[in-house]
């Protein structure tokens, strides 16, 4: 079946200190893999995707690349600041199985000054 | 304005009660879903709707009840609400056109901080 698998948090950091989360997945077919972020308060918003292997998303300075062959899909990011400070989801949508959406358990990033 | 809207925003209820919540949304998607979020679990799909004939079971739907009164509006009802409901709810859309450019993607509500007690 598909699942998501990701970093547990929580997770703190000094500000401009550099981000790594990870993430790995199980699909049964080729799936698009996603990271949302979730601000306090807030739903969850759309950070990066990536529809195929090889692929880079990249959006507010963060980027993840999609690695089929360690089924792999880290989020990365080289200078935190404070405003980043939320809750990260990633996820897989997989056309196996309807275009249904699979979310880790999410990763609570907290950056001080 | 939020393009997809959820209501109540917080809600506190007691054991047995039913419960309504609500979802709108302007964005002109056929697809609906109603997720629960409990610390270290991540989101849960309840409920998901491809239409509004088209309604479907998800990963923990006992205990849950739908409606989509018109595109725009899903309903998820707690017949009888008990106090391990007590969660974050969220209501997301997508649009199936985003298959043709190969990926689906989700619009998620502001969500529902729902108590039970």
């Known amino acids: 079946g598909n699942s998501v698998t990701q970093m547990e948090g929580p997770v703190t950091l000094s500000e401009e200190a550099f981000l790594t989360i990870n993430c790995t997945y199980t699909a049964t077919g080729y799936p698009s893999l996603f990271w949302y972020v979730q601000y306090p308060g807030e739903g969850l918003q759309l950070l990066l995707k990536?529809?195929?292997?090889?692929d880079k998303g990249s959006n507010k300075g963060f980027e993840a690349t999609y690695r089929k062959e360690t089924t792999s899909f880290h989020l990365e990011k080289g200078s935190v600041q404070v405003s980043d400070s939320a809750v990260y989801f990633c996820?897989?949508?997989?056309?196996?199985?309807?275009?249904?959406?699979?979310f880790g358990t999410g990763t609570s990033l907290t950056v001080i000054p | 304005d939020a393009d997809v809207t959820q209501t109540p925003r917080n809600r506190i209820t007691k054991t047995g009660k039913r419960i309504m919540l609500e979802c709108s949304q302007t964005k002109g998607h056929d697809r609906m879903y109603w997720y629960r979020q409990d610390p270290g679990l991540g989101l849960r799909l309840i409920y998901y709707s491809f239409d509004v004939k088209d309604i479907n079971k998800g990963e923990i739907s006992d205990g849950y009840s739908v409606s989509r009164q018109a595109q725009a509006k899903f309903s998820l009802s707690l017949e009888s609400a008990i106090p391990n409901q007590t969660a974050l709810y969220f209501c997301?859309?997508?649009?199936?056109?985003?298959?043709?450019?190969?990926?689906?993607?989700?619009?998620f509500g502001p969500g529902t901080r729902l108590t039970v007690l």
């Open positions: 990536a529809t195929k292997a090889d």
């Open positions: 996820a897989l949508s997989d056309k196996n199985t309807g275009n249904q959406f699979y």
């Open positions: 997301a859309t997508s649009d199936p056109g985003f298959l043709r450019e190969g990926y689906n993607e989700q619009f």
